[in-house]
């Protein structure tokens, strides 16, 4: 077999155990090319069925969560109940099929209730059907315009804030319809009249409701067995269905979904009303669910790269085609009697973890949705009203996203998420951006203004400390403190900000210039404690802030010895790194590891696998020694470590590709070149004992010379090098868990070489005793967007 051979993501005949494909560590280094397989999961070959199982199942899954939650919206809003079902069809057939971003699930969308709810209150519900076509055809101008991605300039603060403030006023509304009662007109009236409400509960929609979000809540938590069985079923269908049986055999006085017959269905009708109005209303729609599912869009791009099955290559979404597709589902939603359409992020995310591998699951749950609101209306008339007004009420509360909270609260900008949400719920929602959009300014523009410097002195160093962006207006306070260093000090000046003007530059330029002239020393610092190139001439031009871990000498050593590294090292981690990567990691703590890869290498600390991999925590698992050696199951001096991370890494983990990654000027094959096999058996020869195979090999006649695609190797440690990755996968071979897993065709190997003095790595194309060269392919960077627009 040709284990080593780079096998392409999309190659449908690469099978795991379960029949499905596999990704490998190739992928992380080749874009794979061509599209991905037409069909999924299928036994045989020949011709598929056009619609992949994987798709088909992932439909059946977004539309029992989409029939609930359409309804629900549909009551939310005042639009006739018909109305959502006719948008989640829409959203799922014309968006789907149009749209650029092959998993995104469009429909009614909570988002768009308020400003829909306050649209027809104001003008109706047939003119909000012609706002809804306007709107479409604006998002088509925006799409033909190419202007998509101005809309994610939008400042996150102000998108997340929008949206709880949205949430906020949807709770507040469906509260009224939970306790039995009717919503009022604005979230601040809906509160106003809540203690009137609350003193005239009616107890048979309190109790529909409360038994609604029990079960939404307490669904996706059951434990066992029994939980992953019954979380098949969607929590929202689980809780919707359970509360209209519990009332349908308790025979509770509740109102029920009535469903007119289509024949009455109301169609739209020409705008009427204020021109100014009606093209506020238009912006509306169009801005808020333009902007929301360009949002959801980008989301989706995130979880498909982060899931692992099934491995079928999904591309990116192309925001200004996403843009036009939304823009026709609105056009025909609202020609048809629909909501307005929008990107959802909760079906969206659904459908992925549902497996969808193509934008047919999308169009398959809209044509489910359809032959629900034809079929099964005698069913859906049996839905409590209270039931669907919890559900929306659940919606709208977990809005008010607790993630999304951290991540502004993280980044300083809690004032412009709290304006934007307070302004929403008390003006409504384009009011209530616009008022966020001028608080984002104001912060900037404050932040731009504010710098906080001071100073102070750890055992015999001065530390400077300017927080924020230095500009002319912070030169007088930053002069005043660099004036009461004193003469012949060491000083370490730290900058925490990302912009220096040039009066800035120049004060701490002379500043420094005067400094080391009277006998001190100078350093200039990052927030992270990474020494950065210095506002001077006299700076080494190859300082960077990366330079720490780079371990290089740029001129002289400093007269003072620098900090301990590591220490240093650990301080820069938890204030900047472990803020960014906290969640990633609790999460991994939380489900354990699951890496696709086990990547075995050399003990070198030139080797950073993590960067030259692109990997990240979770991805690999990673077996390091000295001179990325294999030994041979019951070798004599054998090293059970290295047999145990195997077994450990195809039997437990089950890893799709293990990776031998040999590098240039490897000190282990130095030493087995140069050194006797005679003399003491110090543990360092005892351990390079498993790479005589691979010096045995290099000298065998027998036996081809592993190369460099292009050119021959340098000298003979590189060719030991090259040798050695080759034999040490024939070692892997002969591990009992690793041959099982390549008989069975679930596993694969790889070889890779590393040249540190080039930072180029290089693939093995062929490790098979049977062949003719062993030679080690160059890897080609990906081109960038830019490199691609020239081509």
Known sequence: M?????????????????????????????RPHGPPPPGGGGKGGGRRFPIAGADFSASISVFLIALPLSLGIALATGAPLQAGLVAAAVGGIVAGRLGGSPLQVSGPAAGLTVVTADLIHRYGWRTTCAITVLAGLTQLVLSALRVARSALAVSPAIVHGMLAGIGVTIALAQLHIVLGGTPQSSAVDNVRALPAQLAGLHPAAVSASILTVAVLLLWPRIPGRAGRIVRKLPAALAAVAGTTAFATVAGLNLTRVDLPSWSSHALPELPEGPVLGLLAAVL????????????????????????KKPAVRIPRAHLDRELAGQGAANIVSGALGGLPVTGVAVRSAANVSAGGVSRNSTMLHGLWVAVAALLLVPVLDLIPLASLAALVMVVGVQMVNLTHLRSVKRNREMMVYAVTLASVVITGVLEGVMIGIAMAVAVALHRLTRTRITSDEQAGVHRVRARGQLTFLAVPRLSRTLAQIPPEADCVVELDGSFMDHAAYEALHDWQTSHIAQGGTVEFTGRAGGRISEPASETHGCCRPWTPWRNHHCGERPPRAKPHQLANGLSSFQRNTAPLVRDELARLAREGQQPSQLFLTCADSRLVTSMITASGPGDLFTVRNVGNLVPLPGAESGDDSVAAAIEYAVDVLEVDSITICGHSGCGAMQALLSTPPTGAQ???????RHGLPSLERMKSRHRSWARISGRLPTDAVEQLCLTNVVQQLEHLRAHEAVARRLAEGTLELHGMYFHVGEAQAYLLASSDEHEIDEVFDRVAPTPSALEKSQA
């Open 682 to 688: 110090t543990p360092l020869r005892r351990w390079l």
């Open 284 to 307: 509306t729609i169009t801005l808020v669910g333009s902007v929301e599912s360009l949002l959801s869009a980008v989301a989706v791009d995130k979880l498909v790269a982060g899931r």
């Open 2 to 30: 040709s284990s080593c051979v780079p096998t392409r993501t999309d190659d449908p005949s690469r099978k795991t155990k379960d029949n499905k494909p596999r990704t490998s560590l190739i992928s992380r280094f080749q």
